[in-house]
């Protein structure tokens, strides 16, 4: 028998050539993750920095501001009563209808979806009924009976760090600033949409469920954020946000056209599902409810398991994100900021306010003189 003092054998040198390959891999996994974790925040403050551009190129191009909610005409079947982009059609589909949207179809043609614009805009195109085998319609979360090509996923849309549904159309995960809270059936509806109290309010010409008019927002510039476009939020972030092209809690249904003289109703949720609000809540008066600061949810429900309904849309609009301590936000002036999620209330609603000293918000001689941004 001859003694081996050679060192390792043949399957040692395997075994140690494998143990290293498995490490690198590892490390290499690890290392991914790292950095995927520190893109998706840069990726999140490219996409607001975006919407930010489109409102000033659209503010440029109106000399106002959007609206929360906007009517964007109507779609009626042609005499060849047939689709222009499906004319297989069932012809029973071809159902006329409004075409009301929210915020992010007014800013479409600004953020390279000219094509999307279009199908919202003109009266070629509808954006509702017509399935087929060549078109298929959102249902769930996007509302029943959508067009998909009226709402599609963007990629400018979502957060990466942000769960959504893989098979939700139009998903969404940004927001506009609406202004105050206070209920459609309010006397005082109109002035919580007042230059003072908030940016994006209603434009769209229509009644309430009484058949009462509701009054619609003035035509805002940046000129009116008397506190200035460098302390203004225009846009932020909220893990419960609805689809972007669902103005309120509505279905195609409610868009359909049986009488060329009907009114069009006001859904009151539309204020809610792709914008932040605040309320008039204080520690000098009417407490602030958990829910309706940043980053808050319900007792016993994980942060991204909640789920906006018609119920409670009104509390959580306000911001939410999965980034540790805060939420990304863009201000009037197109800046990107980091606003911690332990900021006192009169913070958030100072920067939701244009105006603090002629707004209603409860800040009792409060003023923000400094930057509250990390």
């Not at 996409?47 to 779609?75: D, E």
């Not at 769930?140 to 709402?151: E, L, M, S």
């Not at 008397?226 to 609805?242: C, I, K, P, Y």
């Amino acid at each position: 028998m001859s003694n081996d003092d050679s060192g390792f054998t043949a399957t040692n040198l395997t075994v140690l050539f494998l143990c290293g390959f498995a490490t690198l891999c590892l490390l290499a996994i690890w290392s991914g993750s790292l950095h995927d974790r520190h893109t998706r925040v840069p990726n999140c403050k490219n996409n607001l920095r975006q919407y930010g551009i489109a409102a000033q190129n659209f503010h440029s191009q109106r000399s106002r501001l959007p609206g929360y909610v906007t009517y964007f005409g109507q779609w009626i079947p042609g005499a060849s009563n047939s689709h222009p982009l499906n004319p297989n059609a069932d012809p029973n589909t071809l159902i006329a209808h409004q075409k009301i949207g929210s915020w992010t179809v007014s800013l479409l043609p600004y953020m390279e979806q000219q094509a999307v614009f279009e199908t919202w805009t003109t009266n070629r195109y509808p954006i509702a009924f017509t399935g087929g085998t060549e078109q298929q319609l959102t249902s769930g979360k996007a509302g029943r009976g959508f067009n998909t090509d009226a709402a599609p996923n963007l990629y400018y849309a979502t957060c990466p760090s942000a769960h959504h549904d893989s098979m939700l159309q139009a998903a969404n995960s940004y927001v506009c600033n609406a202004g105050m809270y206070e209920s459609v059936r309010s006397p005082h509806f109109a002035r919580s949409m007042s230059a003072a109290n908030g940016i994006f309010n209603n434009k769209l010409d229509a009644v309430d469920v009484d058949g009462d008019p509701v009054p619609v927002g003035p035509t805002l510039t940046l000129d009116d954020l008397t506190d200035g476009v460098s302390m203004t939020l225009m846009f932020t972030e909220n893990l419960q946000a609805m689809p972007w092209h669902r103005a309120g809690f509505i279905d195609a249904d409610d868009l359909r056209i049986n009488d060329v003289d009907q009114a069009i109703l006001y859904e009151p949720t539309s204020r809610y599902t792709q914008a932040v609000v605040w309320h008039p809540e204080s520690s000098f008066g009417t407490p602030v409810k958990p829910i309706h600061r940043i980053n808050s949810t319900f007792p016993g429900t994980a942060l991204e398991d909640l789920q906006m309904t018609p119920t409670n849309a009104a509390d959580l609009a306000r911001p939410s994100s999965l980034h540790a301590g805060g939420v990304n936000i863009t201000l009037a002036d197109g800046a990107v900021r980091f606003l911690s999620e332990t900021v006192d209330y009169r913070v958030y609603q100072s920067l939701l306010a244009p105006d603090d000293a002629n707004s209603d918000a409860p800040l009792e001689d409060w003023t923000l003189d400094s930057e509250p941004f990390e």
